[in-house]
């Protein structure tokens, strides 16, 4: 059953005196639990769409539906507090805070809901990531696989449906990259989560489920739909 969709999607930007079509028609349902990658050379919209489909950007036109509730009726309020209960984030930058320790990091989602943490979910989280050990340390003293895996756990702390990550390895080497990809999947499949992942990456991408590939704005292979053939 899907979770999100969407239907005609555009995003259209203005440079200069020239419109730039960032994302074309973009007709997509996503499907709860399952993980699927958005892929396609630079500039060709994937981050867009994905930003879109989180909320963080409006379309210019089109509609998203999350378990068939119309964003584009909700108000900025309506929108915020999606996509701090509902919706994960996690990025190439891990923009963790820097004056607060990795547990205060995890934390601070729920507590700016001003929210009890559910310290059973948190541990297992924890656990799961492997950053037991890391806990009380400041961002600083953490290489960037414990600094994404610190970010995950943040995006994750709010017990979302859907976790939209941007880039998660592009900061890794390979064989870390590996890992936090791996810890997703882990994570995901463990809380059936709903995973939509953007990346360069191809041998990143062939992880997933399902590989979305976007070139100048348009949707040009879904595997799921080149297996139902």
Same mark, same amino acid.
């Given at each position: 059953? =899907?979770?999100?969709?969407?239907?005609?999607?555009?995003?259209?930007?203005?440079?200069?005196?020239?419109?730039?079509?960032?994302? #074309?028609?973009?007709?997509?349902?996503?499907?709860?639990?399952?993980?699927?990658?958005?892929?396609?050379?630079?500039?060709?919209?994937?981050?867009? %769409? +994905?930003?879109?489909?989180?909320?963080?950007?409006?379309?210019?036109?089109?509609? *998203?539906?999350?378990?068939?509730?119309?964003?584009?009726?909700?108000? /900025?309020?309506? %929108?915020?507090?999606?996509?701090?209960? #509902?919706?994960?984030?996690?990025?190439?930058?891990?923009?963790?805070? #820097?004056?607060?320790?990795?547990?205060?990091?995890?934390?601070?989602?729920?507590?700016?809901?001003?929210?009890? $943490? /559910?310290?059973?979910?948190?541990?297992?989280?924890? !656990?799961?990531?492997?950053?037991?050990? #890391?806990?009380?340390?400041? $961002?600083?003293?953490?290489?960037?696989?414990?600094?994404?895996?610190?970010?995950?756990?943040? =995006? +994750? =702390?709010?017990?979302?449906? *859907?976790?939209?990550?941007?880039? $998660? !390895?592009?900061?890794?080497?390979?064989? !870390?990259?590996?890992?936090?990809?791996?810890?997703?999947?882990?994570?995901?499949?463990?809380?059936? *989560?709903? +995973?939509?992942?953007?990346?360069? /990456?191809? =041998?990143?991408?062939?992880?997933?489920?399902?590989? %979305?590939?976007?070139?100048?704005?348009? *949707?040009?292979?879904?595997?799921?739909?080149?297996?139902?053939?």
């Amino acid at each position: 059953m =899907a979770i999100l969709t969407c239907e005609n999607l555009t995003k259209t930007f203005l440079s200069g005196e020239s419109k730039v079509h960032a994302v #074309r028609g973009a007709n997509l349902a996503f499907d709860a639990g399952t993980f699927t990658a958005i892929t396609g050379p630079s500039g060709s919209g994937k981050s867009t %769409l +994905l930003h879109m489909l989180g909320a963080l950007e409006t379309p210019t036109s089109g509609n *998203i539906f999350f378990q068939d509730a119309n964003l584009s009726k909700y108000n /900025d309020n309506q %929108l915020s507090v999606l996509r701090r209960r #509902r919706f994960g984030f996690v990025f190439q930058a891990y923009n963790l805070v #820097r004056e607060l320790t990795a547990y205060e990091n995890i934390l601070l989602p729920v507590m700016l809901d001003k929210r009890t $943490p /559910d310290k059973a979910y948190i541990d297992k989280l924890v !656990t799961m990531l492997e950053i037991g050990d #890391r806990l009380h340390h400041l $961002p600083g003293a953490l290489s960037g696989g414990q600094q994404q895996r610190i970010s995950i756990a943040r =995006a +994750l =702390a709010n017990k979302p449906a *859907i976790l939209f990550a941007d880039e $998660p !390895t592009g900061n890794l080497d390979g064989k !870390t990259g590996r890992e936090v990809l791996s810890l997703l999947r882990q994570v995901g499949s463990e809380f059936g *989560i709903t +995973l939509i992942m953007v990346t360069h /990456d191809l =041998a990143i991408a062939e992880q997933a489920e399902r590989i %979305l590939t976007i070139v100048d704005g348009e *949707i040009v292979r879904d595997t799921q739909e080149v297996a139902m053939r």
